[in-house]
C-alpha cells in the first residue's frame, strides 16, 4: 500500500462528489480526449484513515494498469447516469468506459461525429454507446468485455477501416443478455465487421456492413437469438452473415 502523491504531470482528473442527480461531462472542456483516457466512477480506495490505494484497471486482456500509472493521459469521474458529451472532431485517443448506466455520445445537434481514431472498449454494464465513430484503430475498433457486461446498446455509430474486427466481444468468459446494434455503419474493418458469441439476444437493425475483411457478421457458439432487420450488407470477404458451424 501507498500514500497517494499529488497529481501525476499530464494527468487530468475530474472530481466530483456522489450524487443521486445525472449530469453532462462535455469533453474535452472538461478533460482532454487524447492519448489513453479512462472514465470511471472512483480511482481510489481508503484502506485506513491515512492511507489511500489507488484502484486497478484490466485496459487489455490481462494487463492491468493502477490509476496512478502514467499509462493514463485523463482519468474522468462519472457516476451512473451521467452523460458523457463529446464536441465533433477528431481525437488520436483510446477510450475505456468502466462506469455501469453512462451515455457516451457526440454532442447533440451536431452535424459530423466525435471521432476516435484508435479503440473505444466498454468495461461496465449497461452502457449506451451513440454517435460516435471510432476508426483507423490498430486493434479493434468497438471492443465490450463480456466478462462486465450484460446489456450494451450501440447507436448510430461508425466503425471503419480498423484493423482487426469493428465491433467485437472480448474477455474469455461472461454472458451478454441483449448486444444491441442500431443504425450504425461498420465499414472496411481488416477482420469480421461484427462478431457475436455468448449472448441470449442479438439484434442488429437498420445498419451498414460493408467491404470488411471476413464476414459482415459473425455469429459463434452459444447465441441464442438472432434479429437482423433492415440491414444493408455487401462485399464482405466471407460472406454476409456467416456462422461459426453453418447454421
Same mark, same amino acid.
Given at each position: 500500500? %501507498?500514500?497517494?502523491? #499529488?497529481?501525476?504531470?499530464?494527468?487530468?482528473?475530474?472530481?466530483?462528489?456522489? $450524487?443521486?442527480?445525472?449530469?453532462?461531462?462535455?469533453?474535452?472542456? =472538461?478533460? #482532454?480526449?487524447?492519448?489513453?483516457?479512462?472514465?470511471?466512477?472512483?480511482?481510489?480506495?481508503? !484502506?485506513? %484513515?491515512?492511507?489511500?490505494?489507488?484502484? /486497478?484497471?484490466?485496459?487489455?486482456?490481462?494487463?492491468?494498469?493502477?490509476?496512478?500509472?502514467?499509462?493514463?493521459?485523463?482519468?474522468?469521474? #462519472?457516476?451512473? *447516469?451521467?452523460?458523457? !458529451?463529446?464536441?465533433? *472532431?477528431?481525437?488520436?485517443?483510446?477510450?475505456?468506459?468502466? /462506469?455501469? +448506466?453512462?451515455? !457516451?455520445? /457526440?454532442?447533440? *445537434?451536431? =452535424?459530423?461525429?466525435?471521432?476516435?481514431?484508435?479503440?473505444?472498449?466498454?468495461?461496465?454494464?449497461? !452502457?449506451?454507446?451513440?454517435?460516435?465513430?471510432?476508426?483507423?484503430?490498430?486493434?479493434?475498433?468497438? @471492443?465490450?468485455?463480456? @466478462?462486465?457486461?450484460?446489456?450494451?446498446?450501440?447507436?448510430?455509430?461508425? $466503425?471503419?477501416?480498423?484493423?482487426?474486427?469493428?465491433?467485437?466481444?472480448?474477455?474469455?468468459?461472461?454472458?451478454? #443478455?441483449?448486444? %444491441?446494434?442500431?443504425?450504425?455503419?461498420?465499414?472496411?474493418? +481488416?477482420?469480421?465487421?461484427?462478431?457475436? %458469441?455468448?449472448?441470449?439476444?442479438?439484434?442488429?437493425? +437498420?445498419?451498414?456492413?460493408?467491404?470488411?475483411?471476413?464476414?459482415?457478421?459473425?455469429? @459463434? $457458439?452459444?447465441?441464442?437469438?438472432?434479429?437482423?432487420?433492415?440491414?444493408?450488407? $455487401?462485399?464482405?470477404?466471407? +460472406?454476409?452473415?456467416?456462422?461459426?458451424?453453418?447454421?
Amino acid at each position: 500500500m %501507498r500514500k497517494v502523491v #499529488a497529481c501525476v504531470v499530464g494527468v487530468i482528473l475530474l472530481s466530483t462528489a456522489a $450524487s443521486a442527480w445525472a449530469r453532462e461531462i462535455h469533453l474535452p472542456a =472538461e478533460a #482532454a480526449v487524447a492519448g489513453n483516457v479512462i472514465i470511471a466512477d472512483w480511482f481510489y480506495e481508503q !484502506v485506513d %484513515r491515512d492511507t489511500v490505494v489507488p484502484r /486497478t484497471f484490466e485496459v487489455y486482456q490481462g494487463v492491468a494498469k493502477d490509476a496512478d500509472a502514467a499509462f493514463f493521459d485523463a482519468k474522468v469521474v #462519472a457516476q451512473p *447516469g451521467d452523460i458523457i !458529451v463529446l464536441a465533433p *472532431g477528431d481525437y488520436v485517443a483510446n477510450l475505456w468506459v468502466f /462506469t455501469e +448506466g453512462v451515455l !457516451v455520445k /457526440t454532442a447533440d *445537434g451536431a =452535424e459530423t461525429l466525435a471521432t476516435l481514431h484508435g479503440s473505444l472498449e466498454i468495461d461496465a454494464d449497461r !452502457v449506451t454507446l451513440e454517435r460516435v465513430a471510432v476508426v483507423d484503430s490498430e486493434a479493434h475498433g468497438i @471492443e465490450i468485455n463480456r @466478462e462486465l457486461v450484460r446489456y450494451v446498446t450501440i447507436r448510430g455509430c461508425r $466503425s471503419e477501416n480498423n484493423a482487426w474486427i469493428g465491433i467485437h466481444l472480448i474477455g474469455p468468459r461472461g454472458t451478454i #443478455a441483449e448486444y %444491441r446494434i442500431e443504425d450504425c455503419q461498420v465499414i472496411g474493418n +481488416g477482420q469480421h465487421g461484427i462478431d457475436v %458469441r455468448d449472448t441470449i439476444r442479438f439484434v442488429v437493425i +437498420g445498419c451498414t456492413i460493408v467491404g470488411n475483411g471476413k464476414a459482415g457478421v459473425y455469429i @459463434e $457458439s452459444y447465441v441464442d437469438h438472432v434479429d437482423l432487420q433492415d440491414n444493408s450488407m $455487401s462485399d464482405n470477404a466471407d +460472406g454476409d452473415v456467416v456462422y461459426k458451424h453453418g447454421s
